[in-house]
């Protein structure tokens, strides 16, 4: 029997329920420090000077000087120090590293520094640096608007949110065989692995990263590790001991990476039945002190920008710009969910401006096969903009509970959606992927850099392959992403984990397959010897982009999804309650559908808690309620019941028709909740719509 | 929720001043280095009663129950995620209840019956609740799963056959930010014999369960404004 489509049980599912599963801080190693890192209480300034309040002889201290080779987190600019060069940028930045035996003296070791503090930019309105800026253009904008009947303008906001994986981030740094290996809790071991090298001043064969058990990255785990194992490095090497650094809540909150915040400008041209003729929007994010991944943040929430919808006459302008806060990273959907909350809280407010019902302005305008995105992308056969909308409105009988609920304290919204699947543009070209098959006795046994994070990477690879090579799931192993043996399959993000890497462990097991003939596997090995099959990403020959003019095709595919959300608001404390929510996403094909089904629910809770709960609050530019009991994230009790639809419209260059979905379903729910508060009359634009908000905008509504 | 983090001060920290006056005058003298952190009175024989073992230790009487059951008992499988109760990862049997091990010193339950996720397979078996969270993949990252399948456990022993609203708040106090809490509701529900393991079905209360459907085509480009028009009103009378 086929292993795809089917829900075989996740691969590590025993490990995680007994406890044996095991996590970085669970690890010890002979002779191990404990590493901490003293942290920058002003938001901006220069350090005059460092003294520790302990006697130093007994502690390893490492600071800029104790660094073997450039101070910098090597990613896309090399902007970022390691450890404060003379100066700090915002809040919580590194200044010195301690390392000591006993964990506990760690937590009570002061150092005194000496500042002189310069003033800092918290709004990114008023940034004196652009880190990147996009412009995308498609048809004549003044021609378009000279063709409108109306025009709709809005402005919406949306806050910092935090990735709140259940486990810290935390790394175990190794010297041993003249180098440094390091276990760590992450999603990309080879960007670990190249910071380390620029880092450390090391030949790559002498730096080893290996993932541990990850206890969820959501995005979070995908540059930051880069800092933190840079940091355990220096210590292990200094001290030429192992050295563990794993964060408390209360650390990880304040000093690492969170989701921008965004203003989204829309200016928008509507002919007379309802047809949108010209789109002009404006995005700012804030990236916070330093460029880190920003630049592809700001991308991807361009690409979005637009919506689901077609027009001909398009310009997007993007800026990402320093502000003196942490900076701000990657964070599930990277960017798109900020552009789609606006996008379609904006069509929302043009189909109140139209008097016109909101699903027939949606039905009009959207996406369909043969169209073209603002890119010139023409979208393929798979498009699916109007079927997940058709599901979900029929589903959930919208019209009539629209109608029912009109006047009351609950109100019901939608929302359209599209989520690009793999890098943008030229980007899985530029990566170069690698995935490898080594034929075993009785199968085989998969090796990728891909990290299993909770979203079941080893499990859906597991099916691929065992129905690429026609043997069953259970004789397909995966090895541990350890850059010593695994080659580099790409960064574990911006769901490409089943669509790219899938595809390329596909081609794998269909060589390997060939290869055996009609041999078993362990005739083949008793023939031959080793097999070990090694293949690269290839581009489908149609896909092509430009950098340069931000024309072409942005995405292989996408994914397409919609959301419809009923809630209801406390008339007393203006709490909003989400009591139902419909998540329709069209996908390619579920590999395994619970898997599928629980990225859904997953990005569906984050994307609840997006919407209503979640709000970084920044006092002098530093996170001020840095802790689980008053950042709140959604509990059982938040979250409502989910009803999950999965379409399938297969992707041809995608293993079995697969596309992206990890990161689609968090895009939604934060517009459909609020076009459903703006349903009840309340002209909300900004998230969180916390009952602060919901009240000071329910009062000046009619 | 007046809490203010900025100090970096946790709930361990707060657990470790307030026990420096209570315990002093009853434990050892201090060390000079623990004299130099302030941090607490000296260690004192501890003994715990745990998976059916009795463990002797010696630790500071500060020492909260999820350290020593982490880095003295070695049972790792008990997580520590916030420090303070708010996310119930900790969460172990005390006498049978669900507690945040994060929160309790190991002194204070010394003579307690205490169950930790290691005791649930230690004859190398699953109880019926971890099989029932690996087949209804009721978790993703792992890491709130060790404390989500005690709380669940906790709540089979008194409630053999709990109703969705008793499940769900039994771990409305476990947070999970994968948020499995559907798969989990289905795994309760499996071990507990009320639905079968062949497939999530709809349970009494009518929460819906998900789909998947093959979408179909509609659309060409080419007729799109027509086509859109008369699928909007469709819609309407829909």
């Known amino acids: ?702 | 929720m007046a809490d203010d983090s900025r100090s970096g001060f946790t709930r361990r920290d707060l657990v470790r001043g307030a026990l420096v006056g209570a315990v002093a005058a009853t434990a050892g003298a201090k060390t000079p280095a623990e004299a130099d952190r302030g941090i607490g009175p000296g260690a004192v024989p501890i003994t715990l009663q745990i998976n059916g073992q009795t463990h002797r230790l010696t630790a500071e009487p500060r020492v909260v129950l999820a350290d020593a059951l982490r880095d003295r008992l070695g049972l790792t499988g008990t997580k520590v995620v916030c420090g303070r109760g708010a996310c119930g990862a900790c969460t172990v049997l005390v006498d049978g209840n669900p507690v945040c091990s994060c929160l309790l010193l190991a002194a204070e339950v010394q003579g307690r019956k205490i169950t930790t996720i290691e005791a649930l397979a230690s004859d190398g078996r699953m109880k019926p609740i971890q099989e029932a969270f690996v087949a209804a993949d009721a978790l993703q990252c792992g890491f709130c799963t060790s404390g989500m399948v005690m709380s669940c456990k906790a709540l089979l022993d008194r409630t053999p056959k709990p109703t969705r609203d008793e499940i769900r708040h039994a771990v409305s106090g476990n947070l999970c930010r994968c948020g499995t809490y559907p798969h989990v509701f289905d795994a309760v529900e499996r071990a507990a014999g009320i639905r079968t393991a062949e497939g999530r079905a709809h349970p009494p209360d009518g929460t819906p369960v998900f789909q998947t459907l093959a979408a179909s085509r509609t659309f060409t480009s080419d007729q799109r404004v027509d086509a859109g028009v008369a699928e909007a009103l469709d819609l309407e009378e829909a």
């Open chain 1, 1 to 702: 029997m086929p292993a795809v489509g089917q829900n075989v049980l996740r691969k590590e599912g025993r490990g995680k329920v007994t406890g044996a599963a095991k996590y970085v801080d669970d690890l010890s190693f002979p002779g191990m420090l404990y590493g901490s890192t003293i942290r920058s209480t002003i938001p901006c300034g220069r350090i005059r000077s460092t003294r520790p309040e302990f006697d130093p002889s007994e502690w390893v201290v490492a600071g800029v000087p104790d660094i073997p080779g450039k101070n910098v987190i090597a990613l896309i600019e090399d902007d970022q120090p390691c450890l404060a060069d003379g100066r700090v940028r915002h809040v919580a930045e590194p200044i010195l590293l301690l390392a000591h035996a006993d964990r506990e003296a760690l937590a009570g070791a002061k150092v005194a520094v000496d500042y002189e503090p310069e003033t800092p930019v918290y709004d990114p309105a008023a940034s004196p640096r652009v880190f990147k800026e996009i412009l995308i253009e498609k048809g004549d904008l003044g021609k378009g608007f000279s063709r409108a009947a109306r025009v709709v303008e809005g402005e919406y906001r949306t806050g910092h949110q935090e990735q709140l994986y259940i486990e810290c981030n935390g790394v175990i740094a190794v010297p041993e065989n003249g180098g440094i290996t390091v276990y760590g809790s992450l999603q990309c071991p080879y960007y670990v692995h190249k910071a380390l090298v620029v880092l450390l001043g090391l030949p790559p064969e002498r730096v080893r990263v290996v993932q541990t058990e990850t206890g969820g990255g959501f995005g979070g785990k995908e540059e930051y590790p880069s800092m933190l194992a840079g940091h355990a490095s220096i210590l292990a090497l200094k001290a030429g001991r192992p050295v563990k650094m794993v964060y408390d809540r209360v650390e990880d909150m304040l000093a690492t990476t969170k989701r921008h915040p965004s203003i989204v400008r829309h200016r928008t041209g509507v002919a007379s039945d309802g047809r949108i003729v010209a789109m002009d929007i404006d995005v700012l994010m804030d990236g916070g002190a330093y460029l880190t991944l920003s630049p592809v943040v700001l991308s991807r929430g361009v690409l979005h920008a637009t919506g689901p919808y077609r027009c001909d006459d398009v310009r997007v302008h993007g800026r990402v710009v320093m502000t003196n806060t942490p900076p701000n990273g990657a964070f599930r959907g990277f960017g798109a969910p900020q552009t789609l909350f606006a996008a379609e809280v904006h069509m929302e407010r043009i189909s109140e401006a139209l008097e016109m019902d909101p699903v027939r302005l949606r039905e009009l305008n959207l996406f369909r096969p043969g169209d073209t995105t603002a890119t010139g992308q023409v979208l393929g056969a798979d498009c699916s903009a109007a079927e997940v909308l058709r599901e979900a409105v029929a589903r959930t009988g919208f019209d009539a509970r629209r109608q029912a609920l009109s006047g009351t304290n609950a109100g019901i919204g939608l929302s359209l959606f599209f989520h690009g699947s793999g890098f943008t543009g030229g980007g899985e070209v530029r990566l170069a992927s690698r995935a490898s098959l080594a034929l075993t006795p009785t199968g085989a046994r998969i090796l990728v850099g891909s990290t299993e994070i909770g979203q079941g990477t080893r499990t859906i690879h597991a099916q691929i392959v065992a129905d690429a090579l026609g043997i069953p799931y259970e004789n397909v192993e995966v090895s541990d992403a350890d850059t010593a043996c695994v080659p580099d399959s790409g960064p574990t993000v911006a769901s490409r984990t089943c669509m790219v890497v899938g595809k390329i462990l596909q081609n794998c097991a269909l060589e390997m397959k060939a290869r055996l003939g009609s041999l078993s596997p362990a005739r083949y090995l008793e023939l031959h010897g080793p097999l070990v099959v090694t293949r690269e990403y290839e581009k489908p020959a149609e896909l092509e982009w430009s950098d340069e003019t931000y024309r072409g095709d942005a995405y292989g595919a996408y994914g397409w999804g919609c959301n419809v959300a009923e809630v209801e608001r406390d008339p007393d404390t203006f709490e909003i309650r989400p009591v139902r929510l419909t998540a329709v996403c069209e996908i390619g094909k579920a590999i395994h559908p619970t898997l599928a089904a629980g990225q859904i629910e997953g990005g569906t809770a984050q994307g609840i808690g997006y919407a209503i709960l979640e709000e970084v609050v920044f006092r002098d530019g530093a996170m001020a309620n840095a802790q689980m009991t008053n950042y709140v994230v959604p509990t059982t009790l938040d979250t409502p019941p989910i009803d999950v639809v999965i379409l399938e419209s297969a992707y041809p260059h995608g293993p079995h028709g697969a596309k992206g979905i990890g990161e689609m379903p968090i895009d939604g729910p934060a517009p459909a909740i609020v076009n459903a508060i703006r349903h009840m009359g309340v002209d909300l634009r900004q998230i969180p719509a916390t009952p602060e908000r919901v009240m000071e905008a329910s009062c000046v509504s009619p």
